[in-house]
């Protein structure tokens, strides 16, 4: 008798829903990085993998035609408390940090404590459009925070 392979969950599935290539222009509000503030262009291209229970994704964010800043994300679910949990590695660190979350309805809010940062919160919140709206905030203490981007993304595949 065959054993049954494990199924993804009902958790697993709606992260399915940031599949796709996702394209937005970005503000970038000031901050010690950009002092001014600015625009950029930001792409997300993600994809569902391991059968239906991650989803990888590939960030390039461009000024002017010239890549910035660059990462990679692998979204999964943590079975022991249906945490959305995000490994992130960037251009900037070049190494893991692990994002924790869930979701409210459309909403999917993820924050992780970083040395260099304090804590920061993404948000990913899907509109009745089906456009993606995206912001970074953080925060030296958990209760006071900056926004760092925001942007709306529209999926193109």
Known sequence: MEAEMPKPSAEHEKLARLAGVWKGTE????????????????????RVALGGFCVVNDYEQTVGGKT???????????????DVVMHWFDSMAGQREEFRGKWEGDI?????????????????????????ASAMDCSQDGQDWKRMFDCIYRRES
């Open 27 to 46: 503000n970038m509000h000031p901050s010690e990085w950009c002092p001014e503030g600015s625009t950029a262009d930001g792409v997300n291209t993600s």
């Open 68 to 82: 910035m800043f660059s990462g990679h994300g692998i979204y999964t679910v943590d079975p022991q408390n249906n």
């Open 108 to 132: 999917l809010t993820l924050t992780s404590k970083n040395p260099m940062m304090g804590t920061m919160r993404m948000t990913y919140a899907f509109q009745a459009d089906g456009s993606l």
